[in-house]
């Protein structure tokens, strides 16, 4: 058996891809193709005493979440539908003092200005934090989700995908 399969009704949870590694990095981190992957980055990053916030991740589902080892005791979220564009900056900003990591969601990080953008990753940078998200973001480390070989899914299961180094800009 290999360390990434739990057995005998083990809780333990995978070991993250290498690629994730890219976690423990301040900054901003795209990882596009797996929200599963999102989530399991998210729940890296906030170990065993850190704190998370989500933004615009009303798709999420919260069950996968917690299998990939998120915490949801030590998550803050906020709903797209309470932010406005005049409000959206500062949520982000206040967010991304108050925790390790942020997650933001595609449609959020649409919303958000090219120099909106540069000023949120100067900040996650200086003081440390990670701001993870689907979406294109210039100056973001970018990691693409793939499927593994020889596994190809089956019946109604995807395959599993383990996350790349994506060339080129975001």
Do not use: F, K, M, Y
Request: aromatic share 2%.
């Amino acid at each position: 058996t290999s360390a990434d399969s739990p057995q005998d009704g083990s809780s333990a949870s995978p070991a993250p891809p290498a690629a994730l590694s890219a976690c423990q990095d301040s900054g901003v981190l795209t990882l596009r193709g797996s929200t599963t992957l999102l989530l399991a980055a998210l729940a890296l990053r906030q170990g065993a005493t850190g704190w998370c916030g989500i933004i615009g991740g009303d798709e999420l589902g919260w069950c996968a979440a917690t299998e990939v080892g998120l915490d949801l005791n030590r998550v803050l979220t906020v709903p797209t539908s309470l932010l406005d564009d005049a409000s959206i900056l500062t949520v982000i900003s206040t967010l991304l003092d108050g925790v390790d990591a942020l997650l933001i969601g595609a449609a959020v990080a649409a919303r958000l200005r090219p120099q909106h953008r540069r000023r949120l990753l100067a900040r996650a940078r200086e003081r440390g934090r990670l701001i993870l998200t689907p979406a294109r973001w210039e100056g973001a480390r970018i990691l693409q989700a793939g499927p593994l070989a020889p596994d190809t899914g089956t019946g109604n299961t995807p395959p599993a995908q383990d996350p790349v180094e994506a060339p080129g800009r975001p």
